[in-house]
């Protein structure tokens, strides 16, 4: 509750929180519109593949010409990570990049806040055991759906409730799984013209609509709050705000769970495609269930949407503003030493599943393309089948033919076994079979 104060003391005290931020695009951007209004906190570098793109987005959120000039822009994301900087801000969105950023910045002593969610699902294990280890701070990024719900998570078990279902809403029907970049824009409301003329990537929106994202978001929750996933892959429920604590409660008491203690996401459209009523597209959410009858009498008192037996209850947070909520997770890395949620352990997997039969010699294309969606899966039962998770399979060529809903194997793709994610999803599979 002192983050403001806590940063107004470092700039009373000429030492601002040095801030390097690696990819300027959109969350970028917003994080960059808020960051001159924030007093005890600089950013000195920014790096992104096109320096121009980044000083032209510093100019389109309101910097002075002044704050630019005595910005560092630099085309590598190393020689950010490496700054004499306090806290490096991860947010390219490539997975192998965000990996290779990220390590180098731990190895430089710096903390990190990982917006790349890719990223982090592919190996943020790995990368919070080297924090942890060198008395570091690997967080992931307040203002996205993950670290939101985490925070909701960790209020529920802190105020002493058991955690029955957390996760996020979003726009949802079964066919967006086979959606290609071709399709997209129909389905938000979009003609091809105005997307382009907007900037707007077919294919990064679109792996908003066809699961993927989801997926990998719901994966980044349940490795940081220890929260199963569903065996099925999410089920993406209709569900608006006021039946939250009826639907995500276990089937044996009339849900939609196998059990407390899940992810799922929740659809703001009906199966025929109508709108389902105070629908949460936008936001998050935590299903508390009371230990004790009196805590459950205290729900209906105090107005909490409950199920038919008044012992699940819901909370949410209809919105998240993404990047210009960001500097939550740099100030608390930097003030506090805290992360805004992190991977703890390996419990979720987002796994490439193919969109149609694929056949040996094609290239797939990763998240959001035209082969393949992401799947959530248990970290366990991918660790068993080596599936290929999403962050994996982008450029990498078929070694078998794919029958259309198959989720694809990591014997299945010639793989780069030089490359940085290859190598710690290889890590991280060992320890998994060996049971550590």
Known sequence: MNLSQLARARADQGRPVRVALIGAGKFGSMFLAQAPHIAGLSVTHIADLDPARARAACRATGWSAERIAATVFVEDGLDAARAPVDVVIEATGVPE?????????????????MVNVEADVLAGPVLAAQARSAGLVYSMAYGDQPALVSELVDWARATGFQVAAAGKGTKYLPAYHQVTPDGVWPHYGLTPDEARTAGMNPQMFNSFLDGTKSAIEMAAIANACGLDVPADGLAFPPCGVDDLAHVLRPRAVGGHLDHDGMVEVVSSLERDGRPVFRDLRWGVYVVLKAQTDYAAGCFRQYGLPTDSTGQYAAMHKPF??????????????????????????????????????????EMLDGEGGWTVWGRACPAALS??????????????????????????????????????????????????????
């Open 97 to 113: 990049a965000g990996l290779n950023h990220a390590r180098a910045a731990l190895d430089a002593g710096k903390h990190v806040v």
């Open 320 to 361: 998240h503003l993404i990047g210009m909520e960001l500097s939550i997770s740099v100030l608390s890395a930097a003030l506090r030493g805290e992360a805004t949620g992190h991977s703890r352990a390996w419990q979720g997997d987002a796994v490439a599943v193919a969109k149609r039969a694929l056949k040996a010699g």
């Open 383 to 436: 660790a068993r089948r080596a599936s290929l998770p999403i962050g994996l399979a982008h450029r990498v060529r078929l070694k078998r033919d794919v029958a259309q809903g198959e989720i694809l194997g990591m014997a299945d793709v010639d793989l780069d076994e030089t490359q940085t994610g290859v190598r710690l999803r290889r890590e991280m599979l060992a320890a998994a079979l060996a049971g550590r």
